[in-house]
C-alpha cells in the first residue's frame, strides 16, 4: 500500500492564525481525502482533491476555511484559515489503492489556543 | 443522507472470550472498510468487503458483509489483549463509483481484560 507521510504531526497554535498540513504519497494517485477527527469523536470527510481541479468540499466545510491544493499527483495541502479553540482536530489525508482500499496518513494533531 | 451506526459502542471483554461488533448503515452500497484505531495513531485498514457476502478473516478478526441486509460484522475469537483498540467501520457512499467517500460509524471501543 502507498506510503503517506504528513508535516507537521502536531502543532499548538493562536487563534486567528493559519496553518498549513502537507500530505506527501509515494506514488500516484487520482484522488486524495482529507478528513477531521474531532476529539473523541469518528473521521469526517472534509473535501475530495483532484489533481488540476479544485477541490470538492462536503457540506459544512467551505473552501474560504479549508483552502485546498494539489499541485500534482503525489502531493496535498489543506490550510487550516482563521484558526478557533474549535478547530483543534486530528486532521488526516488519505489515498485509495487499486483494490478499492483507503490509506490513511498518520494525522496532524492541532491544538488552538 | 448515508448514516452508520455501530454497535456497541463500548465493549469491554475477558481474554479469551468471543464477541461480534455489528455495523448497520441506511442506503445502498457495495464497499464497507473496517479500520483499527490505536490511542494517538492514525487509523490501519484491516478489511475491505466489496461484494454482498464477502468473509475475510486476518488471525482472531473476521468480517463479513451482507448488502442486502445493509450489515457487516467484525467477530472476534478467543479475545487477548493486544486487541484492546478503537474499531471503526465506514461505508462507501458512492457505491460502486470511482470517488470512495466515506462515513464512517462512531467507533467501538474495545477493552480485553485479562
Known amino acids: 500500500s502507498a506510503v503517506i507521510s504528513q508535516k507537521p504531526s502536531r502543532d499548538i497554535c493562536q487563534r486567528g492564525t493559519s496553518l498549513t498540513i502537507q500530505c506527501q504519497v509515494d506514488?500516484?494517485?487520482?484522488?486524495m481525502f482529507w478528513y477531521r477527527q474531532q476529539p473523541g469523536q469518528s473521521l469526517t470527510l472534509i473535501a475530495t482533491?483532484?489533481?488540476?481541479?479544485?477541490?470538492?468540499?462536503e457540506s459544512g466545510f467551505v473552501i474560504d476555511k479549508f483552502p485546498i491544493s494539489r499541485p500534482n499527483l503525489t502531493f496535498s495541502t489543506l490550510t487550516v484559515s482563521n484558526m478557533s479553540p474549535e478547530d483543534s482536530s486530528i486532521y488526516l489525508c488519505s489515498v485509495e489503492d487499486s483494490r478499492a482500499s483507503q490509506h490513511f496518513g498518520d494525522g496532524t494533531r492541532l491544538s488552538i489556543l | 443522507e448515508l448514516k452508520v451506526e455501530q454497535n456497541p459502542l463500548f465493549l469491554s471483554m475477558q481474554e479469551g472470550k468471543n464477541y461480534t461488533i455489528y455495523c448497520n448503515y441506511s442506503?445502498?452500497?457495495?464497499?464497507l472498510y473496517w479500520y483499527r484505531q490505536d490511542p494517538g495513531k492514525s487509523l490501519e485498514s484491516l478489511f475491505v468487503l466489496l461484494s454482498n457476502g464477502a468473509v475475510k478473516q486476518e488471525g482472531r478478526l473476521m468480517a463479513s458483509l451482507d448488502t442486502k441486509a445493509r450489515l457487516s460484522t467484525l467477530h472476534i475469537t478467543a479475545a487477548v489483549h493486544d486487541l484492546s483498540a478503537t474499531y471503526f467501520c465506514a461505508v462507501d457512499r458512492d457505491s460502486g463509483g470511482s470517488n470512495y467517500k466515506l462515513t464512517f460509524g462512531k467507533g467501538t471501543l474495545l477493552t480485553v481484560n485479562p
Open positions: 442506503t445502498t452500497s457495495d464497499r
Open positions: 482533491a483532484n489533481q488540476g481541479s479544485e477541490a470538492t468540499y
Open positions: 506514488s500516484q494517485v487520482t484522488m
